[in-house]
């Protein structure tokens, strides 16, 4: 384990692994999205428990002037629940789908694909933490369409369950978790 929060006591296994439950007890107090900055600012994946996989954003560049590729992509990013086929991504970068799929890789060193799944996991995370909203409505939000859809995503890359996750992560749970400790 790298860390292990026991309620009132949150050890960990060593120097990396400090920064890891540090990160967790900024997730739990001031949620996700304060945790995902300092851990930007740190250079440090968001979060990393146990058996789970280190999952780390890979953010888009921003510039003053955002060109057609990086507005396509930030157009995809606040529209995740929408299908987004690789040809009319790469039709809103005004570029060709081959000549897409070459700068894609040598900005964002993935595929489209799997960053298009990366971006919809995270979105399922914030959803998971933040909302009540049911396992399907999540999916739907977040693109996948179905439940098992995102069972599968989610297991794939950070090996644990929706439902898992939001037990861990919920704001409403954690609220609970401090107001009974009071």
């Known amino acids: 384990m790298l860390y292990i929060d026991d309620g009132d006591v949150v050890t960990s296994a060593g120097v990396a692994a400090g920064l ?9 107090r001031y949620g996700a999205e304060a945790a995902l900055r300092l851990a930007r600012q740190i250079v440090l994946s968001p979060h ?15 510039t003053g002037n955002a060109d ?3 507005q396509a992509l930030e157009t995809v990013r606040k529209t995740l629940g929408d299908p ?9 970068a005004g570029l ?20 298009l799944t990366d971006q919809r996991v995270q979105l399922a995370q914030r959803l998971l933490e933040a909302t009540e909203k049911s396992m399907d409505t999540v999916a739907f ?17 950070l090996r644990t369950s929706p439902v898992q996750y939001r037990r861990e992560f919920s704001r409403s749970v954690d609220l609970d978790r401090r107001g009974a400790s009071r």
């Open 20 to 28: 890891d439950c540090c990160l967790h007890v900024v997730r739990a």
């Open 141 to 157: 939000e977040a693109g996948f369409g179905s439940a098992t859809s995102l069972r599968q995503h989610f297991a794939a890359r």
């Open 84 to 92: 987004h086929s690789l040809d009319s991504v790469a039709g809103l």
């Open 96 to 115: 060709t789908r081959r000549t897409f799929t070459r700068r894609f890789q040598k900005t964002i060193g993935t595929s489209f694909g799997d960053w």
């Open 48 to 62: 990393r428990q146990g058996g789970q996989a280190q999952f780390i954003e890979r953010p888009i560049a921003r």
């Open 68 to 70: 057609r590729f990086t």
